[in-house]
């Protein structure tokens, strides 16, 4: 028997079993040591796993590229396995336990062989804070061991808090031949494991991130009455000094990273806002003894879209990458630093694209496509820490509270820019019937409208009527409820152009948020909640015609009173299931919204 760094029997038990079955040819404990971090970094690129980029322009960063069918989630090959089918729902794809596992058998059956398994003990939250879950996840691959090395907390101190309670998130994955056709990523929520087989993409694999802080953690949320969410999270310091902070759910590639560090458009610098951000992707939300709700993020990195990420859009961000960063499937130069489509500076002359092939403006495919010299879901993983507007709340073991939550999708008709829920369970609703564009961050048709509610669509681990109730009763547990709102960047005119600059501009729909939290303005009651009336958003040194900003805010009865049809159709999926307070908000908007025709 090998020698093992822990005491845990579980642990030990457990690695020992999933040896045998991936058959690897040595395990490496990873330690969180920065020695042990730059040994895998030669040894991955001695593989040709990762390049190592300019290091005089881009300290510490590498380059990867993933295979050609293996460049975002893939939700048709996702699957919760619970006992009952009745406890995934509708809105999940489903296995039965004893199925997956032997089907996942066969494909972890010998895959680590000639290969190192690697063991990460990983914490989501500050270790050791009553509100963070460990993990421990059994990769063989070696960018899956330097990304969460960023992502997550990782280490021996990690394994000593295992062995306190020895509860641990059981996740194992494995490149195995990364044949789209073999793949699979599974989730057993009775069992506390995560299985992912046959994929090389972040959301599938580094599975600290969607698999167990979103799926796995929604159902432990449930039991434990508490929220895990696909929420950014920021502080939006005030004139005044204050610190206000918000939670905002949009769906994937809707703009979270965007917001969560925005810098100030000057006309609102000048009033001194601040922005401070605490993550972009992932909240855990409890009720704390004061009766609000208090959000953690339990990532330690970004793992952030590239392509449109320049010093215009997110300049933040821009600061955040320029070191210890990890680029996938982006373009490489010749100078060995690295290039994406709305990137800074001039389009390069020539580089490799993220497939490896030499690449030059203007190609086309045999279809006269374009080929762009970076994947649309290109993507870069760096630490918090690196940017310039990282919160230093970001250790504190039990949050920041929130004092509001958004909604948000990408809607080109339709949703206006901002309006706020009469009440939670209202914003509930709202949420419950948020609806986006798709994008490329998920394999799909992109630009189809699909109902996301809460952006949790791919990522909630249990029946979504079920998640529901959970929200509504949240909502009557706290006394101090955050206010709901809904926001809308993406609404276009006729001319398919948005009618609305945001990125920093945002700031400005904030500052309106947080203005209705501390009742400081008044506003519109229409059939859908309350509006801004269009001089109470402040638009000093913005060039926004008033007529835009109306149409931004205006409210086409005939249009929702479709939407309302959708939504029916949606609701009724969840059969008798769906909680009955969410009919009710249904026919009180319908009944509004014919009332005001
Ligand atoms: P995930 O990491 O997939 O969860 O995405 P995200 O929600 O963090 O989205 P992100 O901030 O990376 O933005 C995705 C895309 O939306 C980028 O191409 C942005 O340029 C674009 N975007 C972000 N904010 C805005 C905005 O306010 N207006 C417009 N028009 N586009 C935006
Ligand atoms: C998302 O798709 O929402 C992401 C990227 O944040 S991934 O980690 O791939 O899920
Ligand atoms: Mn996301």
């Not at 040896?19 to 593989?47: H, Y």
């Not at 700031?507 to 008044?522: A, D, F, G, S, T």
Request: glycine share 8%; proline share 6%; aromatic share 10%.
């Amino acid at each position: 028997m090998k020698k093992f760094p822990t005491h845990s029997k579980k642990l030990k038990d457990w690695v020992n079993k999933m040896v045998r079955l991936c058959q690897p040819d040595q395990i490496v404990w990873i330690d969180g040591s920065l020695q042990q971090k730059s040994q895998i970094e030669k040894e991955a690129e001695l593989a040709g796993e990762i390049i190592r980029l300019n290091q005089e322009k881009l300290p510490g960063c590498f380059l990867h590229r993933t295979a050609k069918d293996d460049v975002a989630r893939t939700e048709h090959l996702t699957f919760i396995c619970t006992k009952k089918k009745r406890d995934a729902g509708w809105t999940n794809n489903w296995m039965s336990p004893p199925v997956a596992y032997k089907k996942a058998k066969a494909i972890f059956k010998g895959a680590m062989r000639g290969r190192t398994m690697y063991v990460i003990p990983f914490s989501m939250g500050p270790i050791g804070s009553p509100f963070s879950k460990i993990g421990v996840e059994l990769t063989d691959s070696r960018y899956v061991v330097l990304n969460m090395l960023i992502m997550t907390r990782v280490g021996t101190a990690v394994l000593r808090e295992l062995e306190k309670t020895e509860e641990f998130t059981k996740c194992l994955h494995s490149k195995a031949q990364l044949d789209i056709n073999k793949r699979l990523i599974l989730h057993f929520p009775e069992d506390n494991t995560i299985w992912s087989v046959g994929s090389g993409y972040g959301g599938n694999v580094l599975l600290g991130k969607k698999c167990l802080s979103l799926r796995i953690a929604s159902w432990m949320g449930r039991r434990e009455h508490w929220l895990a969410e696909h929420m950014l999270i920021m502080g939006i310091e005030e004139p005044n000094g204050h610190i206000e902070y918000i939670a905002a759910a949009f769906p994937s590639a809707c703009g979270k990273t965007n917001l969560a560090m925005l810098v100030p458009p000057q006309g609102l610098k000048e009033k001194g806002y601040r922005i401070w951000t605490v993550g972009d992707d992932i909240a855990w939300m409890r009720i704390d003894s004061d009766g609000s709700l208090w959000a953690i993020n339990p990532e330690t990195g970004f793992f952030g879209v590239a392509v449109g990420t320049n010093s215009s859009t997110n300049p933040n961000m821009v600061e955040t990458i320029k070191k210890n960063t990890i680029y996938t499937n982006v373009l490489l130069k010749p100078d060995g630093t690295v290039w994406w489509e709305g990137a800074n500076g001039e389009v390069p002359q020539e580089g490799i694209d993220w497939q490896g092939k030499p690449w030059r403006p203007g190609m086309q495919d045999t279809n006269g496509k374009p080929i762009y010299g970076a994947h649309p879901n290109a993507r870069f993983t760096a630490p918090i820490i690196n940017c310039p507007s990282a919160s230093f709340r970001l250790e504190q073991h039990h949050g920041v509270p929130i004092s509001a939550i958004i909604f948000g999708g990408r809607r080109a008709h339709l949703t206006p820019l901002v309006y706020e829920a009469f009440s939670w369970q209202h914003g509930v609703f709202i949420g419950a019937t948020m609806a986006s564009e798709l994008t490329a961050a998920q394999v799909g048709k992109i630009g189809q409208v699909r109902r996301d509610p809460m952006a949790m669509f791919p990522f909630c681990g249990y029946n979504m009527a079920d998640y529901f109730r959970h929200w509504l009763d949240m909502g009557k547990r706290m006394t101090k409820p955050p206010k709901i709102f809904q926001v809308n960047w993406f609404r276009i005119d006729e001319s398919g152009k948005f009618l609305w600059p945001g990125f920093g501009e945002n700031l400005r729909v904030l500052e309106w948020i947080l203005n209705r939290v501390n009742n400081k303005v008044r506003a519109w009651e229409t059939p859908i909640g309350y509006l801004p009336y269009p001089e109470d958003i402040d638009l000093t040194g913005l060039a926004l015609p008033h007529a835009t900003l109306e149409k931004l805010l205006s409210i086409d009865k005939k249009e929702w009173l479709e939407e309302l049809k959708d939504i029916k159709r949606f609701f009724r999926k969840f059969k008798q299931d769906l909680p009955k307070e969410l009919w009710q908000e249904y026919e009180d908007l319908k009944r509004r919204l014919e009332a005001d025709a």
